[in-house]
């Protein structure tokens, strides 16, 4: 139900350690314009996280077990409306689940949704970063990029969260919506911030301002987020990661990805990795 019948969720969508903190960080910093770098630890204060376990908690009156995922789903609507309660035209929302259904419930539920960004990056990059921030072996994270049943188990801070293969992720993002879907590209990010961080501010319709748009770039640059981390440390980085912000490069996957692991990553990826130009990479 959408007593209001407005529909003000933008989701900021990503396969994990695929750009999406690095897209927040921005829309952080563009929302903030401040002439200085924006903290990364309040970052956070302009977006919602649809994992967030304290928004089931509080639905559900304390009730809920968050580790339980098909409990965790049912209250999931009433965790989104709550965002939604401010009134506010846009709400910005961070999510990693696919675009499916979960136990009868639409994880991005059409009738809230006012429209998506979504982040992909190459999955042979993805493995490696995904490897690190999880702490699993390179062979672990490309068997979990190529699984149907992927997904991120449940922490005292977050529920369960969908994610599937790499493939099947993206095609659900960029399959048909009834609503409008930025798709953006990691390399793109790396190689023409300024033209693919325009094309975020023009998502929203408004048109950049060229120097708003340089800073906020400026102050999101791995290099100011890399100063920040090691200096004051960073709210989102797991506990069995050395660092949250490590090279933000493209194609690290040439030099550290077993040729084993590469061929079975396209194997299982071939039409989506084709599709988005990552195959012959």
């Known amino acids: 139900m959408n007593p209001s019948g407005k529909k003000s969720i933008v989701w900021l969508a990503s396969y994990p350690k695929s750009g999406n903190t690095w897209l927040r960080i921005f829309l952080a910093n563009y929302l903030a314009n401040q ?16 994992s967030a376990a304290r928004y089931y908690k ?17 209250y999931r609507e009433r965790v989104l409306l709550s965002f939604m309660a401010s009134g506010a035209d846009v709400n910005l929302v961070k999510t990693h689940n696919r675009r499916a259904v979960g136990w ?31 702490g699993q072996t ?10 149907s049943e ?41 190689s023409d911030p ?26 999101a640059s791995f290099k100011e987020l890399q100063k920040q981390e090691s200096e004051t440390g960073f709210v989102e980085r797991p506990p069995n990661s050395e660092a949250f912000f490590t090279k933000g490069e493209s194609g690290q996957w040439k030099d550290d990805l077993a040729p084993e692991l590469v061929k079975k990553i ?16």
């Open 138 to 147: 390179n062979a672990d994270a490309a068997e979990a990029l190529c699984r």
């Open 194 to 219: 300024e033209e693919s961080f325009g094309k975020v501010i023009r998502h929203f319709g408004m048109e950049p301002d060229p120097e708003r748009l340089r800073k906020a770039i400026r102050h």
């Open 104 to 134: 009868g419930i639409p994880l991005i539920p059409p009738h809230l949704t006012r429209s998506a960004i979504y982040v992909m990056r190459n999955p042979l990059d993805v493995v490696l970063s995904y490897a690190r921030h999880y």
């Open 266 to 281: 396209r194997q299982v990826n071939k039409r989506a990795m084709k599709k988005y130009g990552y195959w012959n990479e």
């Open 58 to 74: 509080e639905v559900s009156g304390g009730r809920l077990d968050t580790s339980d995922a098909a409990a965790s789903v049912q």
């Open 35 to 50: 002439d200085e770098p924006l903290p990364i630890n309040k970052a956070y204060r302009f977006t919602l996280s649809d």
């Open 150 to 190: 992927n997904g991120i188990s449940s922490t005292d801070g977050h529920v369960p969260q969908f994610l599937g293969s790499w493939q099947e992720h993206v095609d659900s993002w960029t399959g048909f919506a009834p609503y409008p879907t930025l798709i953006l590209k990691y390399e793109d990010m790396l």
